[in-house]
């Protein structure tokens, strides 16, 4: 091989390097795994927040009920008469709860006094829970930051060493920082009473709680590929719905370009867009 056929040759390997690295980018790119394990996650953990905080209306009564129709309630007593740690056990088989989802294990939590109260701090873990056979595993620390300057309640949320076994035993690794507002059903529990009815409001003085939330995760995705996220607009929870029914998210995986995470205009479904520069990918929430 002569010296000018030679260099032709490692250039067109070269070239053939590049365009293939260019064209597997450009197909990474396309790819919105990273924001569906984000989801994945980020649900996962906001439904442990979900149970720990419909469970402390128990707390301001005597009565002990089945909670999620599924779930028993253990409440020991480690001071005078604070701190309060609660056991939610949802037994050792599936059991499926109001919502709809499956669960077995237990969350348990420790709260520094009562959760209505600012400077209140709620650590919570996890024991061999599952939600819909996904394994829910780390800790979770909220702070009662009182009322903000609209006047409603708001919580710092951290979620520190996250992660999330899929039933097909794949991992997701997730930790966020993030403040909750409380913007709706703030002034009702399960045992508000009803005026027009009588007794108690039940689910309906849970199930009218709306949450706006703000701030940042990070993690690893199914692939292994590390991601940032940022919440870009807040994000519209409502106990009433499994899925975040409005906001915005950006989230940059490693080396990839930034996608935008559209959760809609509020309506309560499993239907959310990813848009990936000039393209937009449509994708279905899990449940």
């Known amino acids: 091989m002569n010296h000018k056929r030679a260099i032709f ?60 129709n599924c779930a028993t309630i253990r409440i020991d007593t480690l ?29 348990i939590y420790e709260s520094s006094g009562p959760f209505r109260l600012a400077g209140t701090v709620v650590t919570v873990t996890t024991d061999d829970y599952y939600v819909n056979d996904y394994r829910v595993e780390g800790s979770r620390i909220t702070t009662n930051l009182g009322n ?31 403040v909750r507002t409380w913007i709706e059903g703030s002034e009702t529990g399960f045992f508000t009473p009803d005026t027009i009815n009588g007794g108690f409001l039940g689910w309906e003085g849970i199930l009218d709680d709306v949450f706006e939330i703000s701030g940042t995760a990070n993690g690893t995705s199914i692939d292994g ?4 996220a940022e919440i870009t607009d807040p994000l519209r929870a409502q106990l009433d719905c499994k899925w975040i029914t409005k906001g915005t998210i950006a ?14 205009d ?22």
Request: hydrophobic letters at 30%.
């Open 9 to 68: 040759v490692v250039c067109l390997a070269m070239c053939s390097v590049i365009v293939f690295t260019n064209c597997q980018r450009n197909q990474l790119n396309k790819d919105t795994s990273a924001s569906e394990d984000n989801n994945t996650a980020q649900s996962l953990w906001d439904d442990v927040g979900d149970q720990v905080d419909g469970t402390y209306s128990l707390e301001e009564s005597d009565s002990l009920p089945a909670w999620n």
């Open 79 to 107: 001071g005078s008469p604070f701190p309060i740690l609660f056991t939610i056990d949802f037994g050792e088989v599936n059991c499926e709860c109001v919502d709809g989802r499956l669960r077995r294990g237990s969350i």
């Open 148 to 178: 903000n300057a609209q006047g409603f309640p708001h919580f710092s949320i951290a979620v520190i060493e996250g992660m999330i076994t899929t039933p097909n035993d794949e991992m997701i690794s997730w930790e966020s920082n993030r």
């Open 251 to 264: 989230l940059t995986p490693d080396e990839l370009l930034t996608r935008t995470i559209n959760y809609g």
């Open 225 to 228: 590929r590390t991601f940032s």
């Open 266 to 287: 509020g309506n309560c479904d499993k239907n959310a867009t990813v848009s990936i520069g000039s393209k937009t990918y449509d994708i279905t929430l899990r449940d």
